[in-house]
């Protein structure tokens, strides 16, 4: 069993930055992929961002890639979400979630994939 606790949320103006993080119980944290989704008000949940267990492999949606940046500290059990240049757009509320894997260089990018979900962390940009 994983628990996530979402932190670092907030109110930005666009062209902000925020960096989100996500700290998980347990003493096996590197042997989980995890990854980052939100929800914006009226929408389904979307995929933002995985990262493998070793952190060598990540993989983003089309409309963060080159602004957000997901990393981990296996040391820390903690995962990270770099948001730059933050648009109106990217409002939503921010859950990160865990999937146990024994390929430590596989990432997910499917929300059916993940076993384990944050209660999220709520992400607003005022334009």
């Known amino acids: 069993q994983v628990q996530l606790v979402e932190s670092g949320g907030g109110l930005v103006q666009a062209g902000g930055s925020l960096r989100l993080s996500c700290a998980a119980s347990?003493?096996?944290?590197?042997?989980?992929?995890m990854g980052w989704f939100r929800q914006a008000p009226g929408k389904e949940r979307e995929f933002v961002a995985a990262?493998?267990?070793?952190?060598?492999?990540?993989y983003y949606a089309d409309s963060v890639k080159g602004r957000f940046t997901i990393s981990r500290d296996n040391a820390k059990n903690t995962v990270y979400l770099q948001m730059n240049s933050l648009k109106p757009e990217d409002t939503a509320v921010y859950y990160c979630?865990?999937?146990?894997?024994?390929?430590?260089?596989?990432?997910?990018?499917?929300?059916?994939?993940?076993?384990?979900w944050g209660q999220g962390t709520q992400v607003t940009v005022s334009s």
């Open positions: 979630a865990a999937v146990l894997t024994y390929y430590s260089g596989r990432y997910y990018y499917r929300q059916y994939e993940y076993d384990y």
């Open positions: 347990g003493r096996t944290f590197s042997s989980y992929a």
């Open positions: 990262i493998s267990g070793s952190g060598v492999n990540t």
